[in-house]
């Protein structure tokens, strides 16, 4: 069984700030991972993935997401905040069927 | 290039009723998946088309779910009857070739939200 944990409900950050959404997961064998975004009465919309390679991942917008193994961990990155970045982040982890976590909703104040 | 469409975008049902979802993937995309995602929990997966076969409906609740794929291309996810707990968006979602190829990234439609009262 495969499985996505995402802590944090919340993560609230100043423009301008660093942030990182974290996520961990559970699955036997070399995973697959992604990031997604969701804006509000939209679809999600693929961020980034890792599947081999160097650990750290570059994706839309400025994000990346560093996966760790041995924590196991894909936590989401982005060295300056926007307030445009405001929006719900799934992680996601796939080996037969892709899993999800249940969402980090991101606050970015002005 | 076109995204994935869905309809109707809202429904609202009393509990017992049917609805239906349409959902028309990216074209020549091969893999078509619906998920269901309720209010403060992660999409889940309901099934997983591969062309117009199923790869995987271990989560469908078959007793009231149906879903086709018609022709490899667009599908429908029929509700019947509804119960209040349906309540949720339906997204669908689309990928290019197989979906044993995990690394493949899905494109998701705006969703169908339904409410059941």
């Known amino acids: 069984a495969q499985s996505v944990a995402q802590p944090e409900d919340q993560v609230n950050v100043a423009e301008g700030n660093p942030l990182t959404v974290k996520c961990t997961y559970s699955v036997s064998g070399n995973p697959y991972l992604f990031w997604y975004v969701q804006y509000p009465n939209r679809g999600l919309q693929f961020l980034l993935k890792y599947i081999t390679g160097d650990n750290l991942v570059k994706g839309s917008y400025g994000f990346e997401a560093e996966f760790n193994k041995s924590q196991p961990s894909f936590h989401l990155k982005k060295p300056s905040a926007l307030v445009s970045d405001s929006a719900l982040y799934f992680c996601?982890?796939?080996?037969?069927?892709?899993?999800f976590g249940k969402g980090t909703m991101l606050l970015v104040s002005p | 290039e076109a995204g994935v469409a869905q309809s109707p975008r809202y429904k609202i049902i009393e509990k017992r009723q049917s609805v239906a979802f349409w959902c028309n993937p990216i074209s020549g995309h091969a893999t078509l998946y619906w998920y269901q995602q309720i209010l403060g929990q992660g999409p889940k997966l309901l099934i997983q088309?591969?062309?117009?076969?199923?790869?995987?409906d271990s989560q469908l609740p078959k007793d009231r779910f149906s879903a086709e794929r018609l022709k490899g291309v667009d599908s429908t996810l029929k509700i019947q009857p509804a119960k209040l707990e349906d309540s949720a968006v339906y997204l669908c979602?689309?990928?290019?070739?197989?979906?044993?190829?995990?690394?493949?990234?899905?494109?998701f439609g705006a969703g169908s939200r339904l409410t059941v009262l």
């Open positions: 996601a982890v796939r080996r037969s069927t892709l899993t």
């Open positions: 979602a689309s990928s290019q070739g197989t979906g044993g190829s995990g690394a493949n990234v899905l494109t």
């Open positions: 088309f591969q062309n117009n076969g199923v790869v995987d």
